[in-house]
């Protein structure tokens, strides 16, 4: 873990000569406030044919994926709670109305770790036509809105 701020990651590898190439990239490490928590971005990944995990699956999805997941993380921003919150999972089409109904309309309860609460949710990708879609979470505490947070994730 790593105070919340902007930050800047840099990269360097060098090849079989010893010529070395680097890039730097930006990163703002930072929680958006949701109710009484403080939640992450939401993350994806999927298991490939090695049967590893792919961790932020963000832009193109690789071929040959049955499943991706989405994780939402929930930092309480006071003492554990004792009843622990839902989230509403959507998948609709990038750009669809508000009409159109979701690929995926699930509702998970948080699970609880040490630190933090933890809701997922598996898509069945392999089944999806190519496109680009928009992942949603919608924190739900004692039925009541909190927050919402969203990926875009695209298929070959």
């Known amino acids: 873990p790593v105070p919340q701020g902007r930050y800047r990651v840099r990269l360097a590898a060098a090849d079989s000569t010893g010529v070395l190439g680097t890039i730097e990239l930006p990163v703002n490490a930072t929680l958006t ?20 995990a792919q961790l932020f699956a963000i ?58 609460l933890r809701a997922d949710v598996e898509v069945p990708w392999a089944s999806l036509p190519a496109g680009t879609y928009v992942i949603r979470a919608s924190l739900l505490v004692n039925g009541a809105a909190a927050g919402t947070k969203a990926a875009v994730v695209r298929k070959r």
């Open 33 to 52: 406030q949701m109710g009484t928590f403080t939640s992450s971005d939401v993350l994806t990944w999927y298991v490939d044919a090695a049967n590893k």
């Open 59 to 116: 832009d193109d999805v690789q071929d040959g994926i049955d499943t991706l997941h989405a994780s939402l993380e929930l930092y309480p921003t006071g003492a554990m709670p004792t009843e622990y919150p839902e989230v509403q999972w959507t998948l609709t089409r990038e750009g669809a109305s508000a009409s159109v109904v979701p690929v995926v309309d699930e509702r998970t309860s948080a699970r609880p770790s040490a630190t933090m």
